[in-house]
């Protein structure tokens, strides 16, 4: 009698009910948490392009009534250079220094666009013009979806975080993810960072 079949049946049935096993323990968990924070990650860096491509408009837009305001409009302009010069990969994500110069970038950009707005009290017509009005609306909606991106991946990097340091996922790390290590997250660089900067010119 040929016992093969029954074999390799039995042998199947087992890597079935190991790799359900493996599974439901949390095997998974550590590459399926990276790979969320890298997620949002890509969602944090597409609100900041947003706003970044917002700025020539509004910047433009500001000129045409305040043109007196160079320093104020060149030092956003500057400001944005630099924030879009700094890009974070996957790689970079594990980089304190490399997430610390993204941070001030950024913070050195909204700092300017505070200032920018302050001048914008000055001159009514401006604050009346449409298309001004238009920017203004996106703006605040842009950093609304900033502060919405960056506490979503300050949750998804402490979610991956705790996996690896907590069991079975501290187990599951040094047997097979030794090389993925804790993430770096966001800290406050400014006073009140946690808030959305104020944008309203009311």
Same mark, same amino acid.
């Given at each position: 009698?040929?016992?093969?079949?029954? #074999?390799?049946?039995? !042998?199947?049935?087992?890597?079935?009910?190991?790799?359900?096993?493996?599974?439901?323990?949390?095997?998974?968990?550590?590459?399926?948490?990276?790979?969320?924070?890298?997620?949002?990650?890509?969602?944090?860096?597409? !609100?900041?392009?947003?706003? &970044?491509?917002?700025?020539?408009?509004?910047? /433009?837009?500001?000129?045409?009534?305040? #043109?007196?305001?160079?320093?104020?409009?060149?030092?956003?302009?500057?400001?944005?250079?630099?924030?879009?010069?700094?890009?974070?990969? &996957?790689?970079?994500?594990?980089?304190?220094?490399?997430?610390?110069?993204? /941070?001030?970038?950024?913070?050195?950009?909204?700092?300017?666009?505070?200032?920018?707005? &302050?001048?914008?009290?000055?001159?009514?017509?401006?604050?009346? $013009?449409?298309?001004?009005?238009?920017? !203004?609306?996106?703006?605040?909606?842009?950093? $609304?979806?900033? @502060?919405?991106?960056?506490?979503?991946?300050?949750?998804?990097?402490?979610?991956?975080?705790?996996?690896?340091?907590?069991?079975?996922?501290?187990?599951?790390?040094?047997?097979?993810?030794?090389?993925?290590?804790? #993430?770096?997250?966001?800290?406050?660089?400014? /006073?009140? @960072?946690?808030?959305?900067?104020?944008?309203?010119?009311?």
């Amino acid at each position: 009698m040929n016992t093969q079949p029954i #074999r390799t049946t039995w !042998q199947l049935a087992i890597l079935v009910l190991l790799s359900s096993l493996l599974a439901g323990c949390g095997i998974n968990n550590i590459p399926t948490y990276d790979e969320q924070v890298k997620s949002a990650w890509s969602q944090v860096e597409n !609100q900041y392009q947003r706003r &970044a491509d917002l700025i020539p408009n509004l910047v /433009e837009t500001v000129k045409g009534f305040a #043109r007196q305001e160079q320093e104020t409009l060149t030092a956003v302009v500057e400001a944005r250079s630099k924030a879009t010069s700094i890009q974070i990969s &996957a790689e970079d994500l594990n980089d304190p220094a490399k997430m610390r110069q993204f /941070e001030q970038a950024q913070s050195q950009l909204t700092g300017a666009l505070s200032r920018l707005m &302050a001048v914008s009290e000055r001159y009514p017509d401006l604050k009346s $013009n449409q298309n001004f009005l238009a920017l !203004q609306s996106q703006l605040e909606g842009t950093e $609304n979806r900033i @502060a919405v991106a960056r506490r979503d991946f300050i949750a998804s990097v402490q979610q991956y975080n705790t996996e690896i340091r907590t069991f079975p996922g501290r187990i599951w790390h040094s047997l097979m993810y030794s090389d993925m290590p804790i #993430r770096e997250n966001f800290e406050a660089t400014t /006073e009140n @960072a946690e808030q959305a900067p104020a944008v309203s010119f009311e």
